[in-house]
């Protein structure tokens, strides 16, 4: 199975608006039509992700871009004593879109 036919079998077929797959140097292996996550940005997840909490305290105030759409920073974890995947949650900080989510996953 591609990385394609999994966004669209598997995430947007279980009701995602938007998915997409980055590899760590920001390379775009698939994404869901219109939803393209800008390799700069791809990066710098990824850097916050495979470091420290004090990394992810650096976006508490100022969240991040996905896509280009902002999110504000709302919850993360990348050093869990149990072994669970670093990752990261915002809420879209557009006005009429505040419903909107975003959870980002490193593995």
């Given at each position: 199975m591609s990385?394609?036919?999994?966004?669209d079998a598997?995430?947007?077929?279980a009701g995602f608006c938007y998915a997409a797959i980055?590899?760590?140097?920001?390379?775009?292996?698939?994404?869901s039509p219109?939803?393209?996550?800008?390799?700069a940005e791809a990066v710098k997840l990824d850097g916050l992700?495979?470091?420290?909490?004090?990394?992810?305290?650096?976006i508490a105030n100022g969240g991040f871009y996905v896509a280009?759409?902002?999110?504000?920073?709302t919850r993360g974890?990348?050093?869990?004593?149990?072994?669970g995947v670093p990752f990261l949650q915002g809420r879209c900080k557009e006005e009429g879109?505040?419903?909107q989510g975003i959870i980002v996953y490193r593995t």
């Open positions: 990385w394609q036919t999994y966004v598997n995430l947007l077929g980055c590899g760590h140097d920001g390379a775009m292996w698939a994404n219109g939803y393209t996550v800008l390799p992700l495979s470091g420290t909490m004090e990394n992810l305290s650096s280009g759409q902002k999110y504000a920073f974890e990348v050093d869990d004593e149990d072994g879109k505040s419903a």
